[in-house]
DNA sequence: AAGGTTTGCGCAAAGGTTTGCGCAAAGAAA
DNA sequence: TTTCTTTGCGCAAACCTTTGCGCAAACCTT
């Protein structure tokens, strides 16, 4: 071994016990082709040289890398962080690296992003659509080349990928109608851009919802914005503004539902005496405003772990065959939702 | 090009031209040796199929594999998700991968990250200490054989390896001449395990600030917790339990200052009328609570930037010269500390 | 025309690991 | 003793890219 070598290699650890190259990796790899006393002394050496592996060598040879590349619209959104925390540990359990981007919620970056994966070589993508994804092609080389593709919670292309995503329908539904159990009537929602598959299937929770409680459906209480904060407070500021102004709002995202908190706190208007809100929300968020928020919480870390499940088994299983996962979200009623009687 | 295969390579390129694989190469890189006619008709094909050359076998002969491996305490934090992001930003202008691993505050999990991301071949680290690490030899052979090494935040060995921090002794003191100019008289400061360095520094800048405002420093006003939500609230109940309680708190982070509110609002106790705050915490997070949280904030998405670029200043320079990057904190006064007079 | 210089390529080695195949030695069977 | 089979290794090729060196052809100079 070369002084100053930072690995040590095969080949170090071959001549020193005077064998070859390929008997020391038969060794490692328990070949029985080679005998226990060599196999013994080989590992005994390798563990006092500290050898370790080069995973460029074996990436080349077997066209396998380990790694996962992971796409999100944004790395200092707690859901995805906290999705990508679920992604890493069973990227962890399976001896795989994972190779985080972010779009920055802009379908060029994710373009770029992909491209760029692709370049690094990764085992395949596990992918967050941005919000301004409406076009799909450059998932197709992944798909024609069965590179494995996981989408999760912004999804498309459903009959040709793998997704996870939560029961966005029903989510709603249970918004709206939590709504009207506590005393809401006029209720409004604020969804994302239209082509989004959360948006839409939000809107039809809502309306779902809304027609299960047998109120009427309005469609200037069906307010859209584009995520951001600003946008979301202006979105809020147009239904409050409304001649007959809804008296419960609840918004697609934490972002939207803490702008929409401040509009009616600026306005000086109670929550939930009069506007109720509720929001797609972690625990965390929820507790620390006041009031505290009721809010529907996403099983983030188990979403992330699903899509690597998924990922997994894409790469364990040739068969273009696709699998989505639908999860479960959970209503916490807190103090921001619940009319006095 | 084989059939089904996903990467072309220079040996496709070259049969197809009839050229050499090494002539394919070196007219990529614009090598003088090759005729213009070559080179571009080598260029010419690789953008038609889409040739990208193979960072497995260019990592494997140059021993550079264009990645950073980046360990965090924890992955879903604010605070850490919007350092990777400045650390992202000109790792991607350099052409450059970060592998993302979480220590999830445990010293265990660290050591096993940093030899983890050593076995990718990853060029160096880029670290924020986690709470439990006490001792530093898991770093030595990184130091040892000069692989570039930045720590940022929660530090050590500051004599042999860059580090990017902020000036914790200067924000501690100036929250404390805040509180006492804005009314405050019994200050108290929750801070986190003495041996991170900005426990410390923090606590020092917390002493400095009471002797500037000539108020005497009370020992049972220098609560510990150790970073959990559930700890901090213990802290500020051992703080209002007490004979004197305080009229002004701040804590070490984000997650402390919250549980610090909780407590304080669950004692039906009033901010800042009763007890003022301050928190080191983003201004998203801060203007999302009720009162809108008097701050610190890092320029976080800087010490991202900062310490990617100190990464490539190590890498770029071979000496083994170590820098100290100190970056200002901002005090943000919102509702949460100032007392009427 | 002969000798020297320049140009423009191709061969082969290098990096590290895995694995098919061949070979020699040892052991077993006829 | 001879032949067959098994064992336990080493050689070399494969993966892809870069680069030193050599060689042949073309061009320039004497």
New binding site residues.
């Given amino acids: 071994m070369q002084k100053g ?1 930072r ?5 170090d650890l ?1 001549q020193e016990l ?12 328990n ?9 013994q002394k080989v590992k005994k050496l390798a563990v006092e040289l500290n ?4 995973p ?3 990436g ?4 396998a890398t380990r790694m996962i590349g992971v796409i999100v619209p944004d790395l200092v959104t707690h859901f995805y962080s906290s999705i990508i925390s679920g992604i890493e540990a069973i990227a962890e359990e399976k001896g795989y690296y994972i190779l985080i981007t972010s779009s920055g919620e802009s379908l060029q970056k994710e373009i770029k992003a992909v491209e760029n994966l692709l370049k690094t070589r990764v085992e395949g993508l596990i992918v967050c659509l941005s919000q301004e994804t409406k076009t799909f092609e450059h998932f197709d080389k992944l798909i024609q080349n069965n590179i494995p593709l996981v989408f999760f919670d912004r999804v498309c292309r459903t009959n040709e990928v793998s997704t996870v995503v939560v029961d966005n329908v029903q989510a709603a539904q249970k918004i709206t109608k939590h709504f009207y159990d506590s005393g809401s009537r006029r209720i409004a929602y604020i969804t994302g851009p239209k082509y989004l598959n959360i948006s839409q299937e939000r809107a039809m929770g809502y309306m779902a919802g809304l027609k299960k409680c047998k109120l009427k459906f309005y469609p200037e209480l069906l307010e859209k914005c584009n995520l951001s904060t600003k946008d979301a407070m202006k979105a809020t500021a147009r239904l409050l503004d409304l001649p007959e102004p809804p008296d419960a709002i609840f918004g697609i995202n934490d972002t939207v539902v803490f702008a929409a908190m401040k509009e009616i706190k600026r306005r000086g208007l109670r929550i939930p005496e009069d506007v109720a809100l509720v929001g797609f929300t972690d625990d965390f968020h929820s507790t620390v405003v006041d009031p505290a928020l009721t809010s529907v919480t996403h099983p983030t870390f188990e979403i992330g772990k699903e899509a690597a499940r998924l990922f997994f088994k894409s790469i364990e299983n040739q068969e273009k065959e696709t699998e989505q996962i639908v999860l479960k979200t959970k209503l916490v009623v807190r103090n921001s939702s619940v009319k006095r009687s």
């Fill in positions: 070598k690995h040590v290699s095969l080949k071959a005077g064998v070859s190259i390929s008997t020391v990796s038969r060794a490692l790899n070949h029985p082709d080679i005998s226990p006393d060599i196999t050898y370790t592996p080069n460029l060598a074996m080349l040879l077997k066209q």
